[in-house]
Nanobody, 128 residues
Framework: EVQLVESGGGLVQAGGSLRLSCAAS????????IGWFRQAPGKEREGVSC????????YYADSVKGRFTVSRDNAKNTVYLQMNSLKPEDTAVYYC?????????????????????WGQGTQVTVSS
């Protein structure tokens, strides 16, 4: 059974940091594109960062570029999202998702794929 479990969310002051984890089971994270998405109340879901199966390509939304870093630990079958310099507008439920793709995908399109496996989400709240 394919499963994704996020952890690491919480309450942090503006300027602080959090590291989200996405632990996968039932498949290898190295075989799939893994994405981090977020959704704030009343807003559409946003693709925050995605990493290709080879880890050779990473995508970041403009809103987080330079502050967030996605990485992968194949031995732990886990993908991380390091979030620094957090802002109140980063407050949202964060989800990780996975999709198996065949062939090369442009970096800018990584987060626009039809992700078919999703975690339950973890709340991130940034206070001002």
């Amino acid at each position: 059974e394919v499963q994704l479990v996020e952890s690491g969310g919480g309450l942090v002051q503006a300027g602080g940091s959090l590291r989200l984890s996405c632990a996968a089971s039932g498949f290898r994270v190295s075989d799939r594109v893994i994405g981090w998405f977020r959704q704030a109340p009343g807003k559409e879901r946003e693709g925050v960062s995605c990493i290709s199966s080879s880890a050779g390509s990473t995508y970041y939304a403009d809103s987080v570029k330079g502050r967030f870093t996605v990485s992968r630990d194949n031995a732990k079958n886990t993908v991380y999202l390091q979030m620094n310099s957090l802002k109140p507008e980063d407050t949202a439920v964060y989800y990780c998702a996975a999709v198996y793709l065949v062939g090369w995908v442009p970096t800018g399109a990584l987060c626009r794929q039809d992700f078919d496996s999703w975690g339950q989400g973890t709340q991130v709240t940034v206070s001002s």
